[in-house]
């Protein structure tokens, strides 16, 4: 790991809300770890995207979250920029002179159903038809139609704490909701795991594609910050967010697009990557699940995926949803 100078402070760059400045403090703590005399200091960023209650779609999509301070990172304004990877677009290179120096170890991929407080429902079979389920992907709302097409799912954006304030009746929205999905790791992070009922397997619903990974972005040319966080990076996670990111990118697949993605290193140290393409309603799929075999590179083993998905018709209902 390079010494970073003394003279020097180290900007990173990082949404403003709770969760990104959780996200970004556990960054810090890990490069102290490793460089203890390093000056960090933490930069929050509120985003077009944070600001926007309307669906993101309309505004140009998720990858706003992160447009915004990569823009600030390449004019030098930060150094650092924590990224939630699948934030991160997929259907567009890396913004010029970018590159992800390292990925922290993955958090718990899996998606958890909310109930609001005071309610004794516990899973999903527990809802009647009809009621209402809140959500702010479309790759969620597609696997859950799929399997309770009689339920009634909304998008409710915000960060997680003003989320589960509307499912418990403090925000003033709409329509009541009778439960709400979130990502376990979140709630984890901001320390709210006790309001996590039932937490859905990958078979159930199926992660999107970069799901609890954080990536730390740097100048490609900034050697000294590029080189900082090498000692955190863990391979593995690189390993299977590569593999994720270039099934994505192949198929060129927008941040609207309910894609799903998951990749695993098996015991004996094979990749495995999993992919679906869904209808917005969930009645259409396609699905691929491959292994990474005698190379085990992971670029390889992400397109295999994509064409495989490209070949049962994929593309199709990528361009069949609203962008």
Known sequence: MNHFPADRTLRIGTRSSPMALAQSDQVAALLRKHEPEISIEIVPVTTEADLWQGDLAQLGGKGLYVKQIDTMLQRGEIDMAVHCLKDVPGDVPMPEGLIFAAYLPRDDVRDVLLFPEGSSMQTLDDLPPGATVATSAVRRKAQINRVRPDLSVVRVRGAVGTRIDKLDGKKQIDAKLDAMILATSGLERLGLSHRGRQVFSVDEILPAVGAGVLGLECRRDDGTVAGLPTGVND?????????????????????????????????????????????????????????????????????????????????????????
């Open 235 to 323: 391979e593995k996670t690189m390993s299977e967010a590569t593999a994720e990111r270039v099934m994505l990118h192949g198929l060129r697949g927008h941040c609207n697009s309910p894609i799903a993605g998951h990749c695993i290193t098996e015991p004996d140290g094979q990749l495995s990557l999993r992919g679906m393409v869904f209808s917005r309603d969930g009645s259409k799929f396609v699905h691929a699940h491959i292994w990474g075999e005698r190379t085990n590179d992971p670029a390889t083993l992400g397109a295999r995926v994509s064409a495989e998905l490209l070949r049962q018709g994929a593309r199709e209902i990528i361009v069949g949803v609203p962008h």
